[in-house]
């Protein structure tokens, strides 16, 4: 039986006018959203990086390079998906996620119940396994979302013959 593993992970995105603000997988009403190869979910490039790190797996920029034109606009929860798939082969899954979403705006506290299902859900956790918090730059960096991540890993469970389930 494998020991517990801790990942971290972090991600800026700059702001633009007029483009889609994507956090967790859920679409944030924004003035201004991430300029991105992808759909620039900094929240799901965190968390993707940190179950990455958590078993010293690279990160998401060698699996998805900014130069392949296959991931323009591509919709990260197929990166933290790929992430996740990864992490499933060797032998563990996530057991608790917490994340500092740096932003300073939109609020983003009317969101977290949704960002938090929505994560948990992708992560095949419950809520409550899913801490999230909101801060603001207080105003060094009003064009700039930052995003940083830690995921606690666990192994999974064995059946007969050691062979891994759920
Ligand atoms: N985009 C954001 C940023 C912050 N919040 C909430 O505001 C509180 C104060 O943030 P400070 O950075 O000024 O300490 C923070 O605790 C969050 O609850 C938010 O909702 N959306
Ligand atoms: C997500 C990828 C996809 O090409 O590019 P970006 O959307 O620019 O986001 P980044 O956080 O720089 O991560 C690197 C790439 O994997």
Redesign the pocket.
């Known amino acids: 039986m494998g020991r517990m593993r801790i990942g971290y992970g972090e991600d800026s995105h700059r702001l633009e006018a007029g483009r889609p603000l994507w956090l967790g997988g859920v679409r944030i009403e924004s003035p201004h959203g991430p300029v991105a190869h992808s759909d620039g979910d900094a929240l799901l490039h965190a968390v993707a990086d940190a179950l990455l790190s958590a078993l010293a797996l690279g990160d998401i920029g060698q699996l998805f390079p900014d130069t392949d034109p296959r991931w323009r606009g591509v919709d990260s929860t197929v990166i933290l998906a790929e992430a996740l798939r990864r992490v499933r082969a060797e032998g563990y899954r996530p057991r608790q996620v917490n994340a500092v979403?740096?932003?300073?705006?939109?609020?983003?506290?009317?969101h977290?119940e949704r960002i938090q299902e929505r994560l948990a859900h992708l992560l095949a956790l419950s809520a409550g396994d899913v801490g999230l918090?909101?801060?603001?730059?207080?105003g060094l960096a009003p064009a700039h979302v930052q995003v940083r991540a830690v995921v606690l890993l666990e192994p999974l469970p064995q059946g007969p013959g050691g062979v891994w389930t759920a």
């Open positions: 979403v740096t932003l300073d705006r939109p609020k983003l506290t009317p977290r918090s909101f801060k603001t730059s207080e």
